[in-house]
């Protein structure tokens, strides 16, 4: 498509509005209104493709910013980005995300076209186990719930009692009338369940699988007490894909939607923001008061996202990038998504 100078202009100063602000680029970039002039022309034109198609671009937090700001219609974490494709009424849903969250779009949306930009796009957690390691569990402990955490494929979903996001997943364990709860895929969070559960004075057993988040599991509590001696008055964010130990360490965990309520409600001199960098680029621009001191890590699945990929998918999608689930299968997972909006307060 061609774009007349002052449409391009019109559009590089829209982008500058937002991405002026971000500091914690993934690629070092410096928003200026000549790098957003570089990149008007393909956010106009998925704009453009967007309304000519009817489709809506879902923008998970940690994808890079030019994506969240200038072409996202809803960006925020998976939990509220299902809610936004279940309410769709768009032909064509693009989740500028990974694929595990492209896949829950297409269960809570069988009738849309769900298309993910780069079928690469995996992730360490989701891809740890299979619906055939959950059914050898299940076989293993037939007393237990099997809860599965949203960073699952649709495959583990259609095996598992419920679903629950890092925001609601206390409230719901604690709700459940089982004792013994198996908990797939992420371990790390699991050790997180555990204490919170016991803090509140609620007796679980909690079995995990061994998957990890590549991202949070990186961080460590060295890392907390060097920027504490270095930062006076600095607040710790952190997520529960985290250890224990930094949890524990940290003063506030949450999921990435309630880190962000966190910090815009607290006065603080710094913040050090233990998860991926694109929420930090997120609050530089929506809270740009705020002082980040780094320390974030870069998701190289979220990475794999891009304008150009956006573009093309929109223009004519290839068929490794529109998602496709076996109905049955889709039905057994969304009674599994299901059940968590029953179960969440
Ligand atoms: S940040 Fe971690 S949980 Fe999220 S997509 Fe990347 S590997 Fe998966």
């Not at 914690?24 to 209104?33: F, I, V």
């Not at 693009?94 to 079928?119: C, H, N, Q, W, Y």
Request: charged content about 25%; glycine content about 6%; aromatic content about 6%.
């Amino acid at each position: 498509m061609m774009f007349t100078d002052s449409a391009i202009e019109a559009e590089a100063e829209r982008l500058l509005g937002s991405l002026m602000h971000v500091e914690c680029d993934p690629k070092g970039r410096k928003w200026n209104l000549d790098t957003c002039r570089e990149i008007a022309p393909l956010t106009l034109e998925i704009n453009q493709l967007k309304k000519e198609k009817n489709a809506v671009i879902l923008t998970h937090s940690y994808v890079e910013p030019e994506i969240v700001y200038g072409v996202g219609d809803f960006k925020g974490d998976s939990y509220f980005l299902s809610l936004k494709a279940q309410e769709s009424r768009a032909d064509i849903i693009l989740f500028a995300g990974v694929v595990f969250m492209a896949e829950t779009a297409k269960i809570l949306s069988p009738e849309a076209t769900v298309i993910v930009p780069d079928r690469g796009s995996g992730c360490s957690l989701a891809d740890s186990i299979t619906g055939a390691d959950v059914r050898l569990m299940k076989s293993l402990y037939p007393d237990a719930a099997v809860v599965c955490y949203i960073n699952s494929t649709a495959e583990v979903k259609a095996e598992c009692d419920v679903c629950v996001t890092s925001g609601n997943v206390y409230d719901i364990v604690a709700s459940l009338p089982q004792q013994r709860i198996v908990f797939v895929p992420d371990r790390l969070m699991a050790d997180n369940i555990r204490n919170e559960l016991r803090q509140r004075g609620v007796n679980k057993e909690i079995i995990s699988s061994d998957g990890t988040c590549m991202v949070h599991e990186e961080f460590d509590v060295e890392q907390i007490k060097q920027a504490r001696a270095q930062f006076p008055g600095l607040k710790v964010v952190s997520h529960p894909e985290c250890t224990e130990e930094v949890a524990q360490a940290s003063d506030f965990v949450g999921s990435t939607g309630a880190m962000m309520k966190y910090v815009k409600a607290t006065p603080a001199p710094y913040f050090l923001m233990l998860t991926e960098c694109g929420l930090v680029g997120r609050l530089e621009v929506e809270d740009p008061e705020k002082s980040f001191i780094g320390g974030c890590r870069l998701c190289p699945y979220m990475k794999l996202n891009s304008l150009e990929k956006i573009r093309d998918a929109l223009r004519a999608p290839r068929p490794g990038q529109i998602v496709t689930l076996d109905e049955n299968l889709r039905q057994s997972a969304a009674r599994c998504i299901d059940r968590m909006f029953e179960l969440t307060p």
